[in-house]
């Protein structure tokens, strides 16, 4: 049988890498996508601990490089033709802040992280999805569009899951399929920032909501 192949954009913390370490340790191999190599790496680590027996490919990069996610997008396709897993879970998490002052800053790396990636990841991934029978696309949702402070996060956020809806009607046939997650509120980095002084033991962990989005799919 062929070894099942993914991709993760955002892989080094939070749910994103759960989903890499999970993947790896069902016997996927995985190709990992993040700015932070040193979260990678990690992530790496504690797969090679658990004796996974897919493993990971590390590509340290930014989404948001055109021409870096293409040539990898090229790459996976002539070393595997093609995979079966997208998981998209890369995100900027600008800080809370009201609509009238949100940084320009946050709101462009908002929009170019959550937003136009995204649309300019779809038609580089789609070849490769649809190069495998059942082909998914996993993107997760945070709905937050129209509560207070979060205006930049809520906007980008909203817009992306918007997108994968209409890739998803688009592709009902044809396929490639593509899944929309809603995680439970989970004990993340960015959770602990847009929440302070939460009680984080009621929180789902990255790992257990892994298993149980990898499971349904």
Avoid at 71 to 96: E, K, Q, Y
Avoid at 122 to 132: H, N, T, Y
Avoid at 199 to 204: F, I, N, S, V
Wanted: with cysteine; hydrophobic share 45%.
């Amino acid at each position: 049988m062929t070894q099942k192949i993914a991709l993760v954009t955002g892989a080094s913390r939070g749910l994103g890498a759960a989903m890499a370490e999970e993947l790896a340790i069902s016997g996927w191999h995985v190709v990992a996508v993040a700015r932070t190599t040193g979260g990678l790496e990690d992530v790496d680590d504690r797969a090679k601990a658990a004796s996974a027996p897919g493993g990971l490919t590390l590509a340290p990069m930014d989404i948001t490089n055109d021409d870096a996610m293409r040539h990898l997008c090229r790459s996976i396709f002539d070393r595997w033709g093609g995979i079966d897993l997208w998981v998209h879970t890369a995100i900027h998490a600008a800080p809370m802040a009201p609509a009238g002052h949100i940084d320009v800053k946050d709101w462009d790396k908002s929009v170019s992280i959550n937003l136009r990636a995204t649309g300019s990841l779809i038609p580089m991934v789609e070849p490769l999805l649809r190069a495998r029978p059942g082909g998914t696309a996993l993107f997760v949702d945070d709905p937050r569009a129209g509560e207070s402070f979060f205006g930049a996060y809520g906007a980008t956020k909203s817009g992306q899951i918007t997108l994968a809806r209409s890739w998803a009607a688009e592709t009902v046939k044809t396929g490639p399929r593509i899944v929309i997650a809603a995680p439970a509120p989970m004990a993340t980095a960015i959770r602990a920032r847009f929440f302070p002084g939460e009680d984080r033991k009621a929180l789902a962990t990255p790992k257990s909501e892994a298993k149980r989005i990898l499971a349904a799919l």
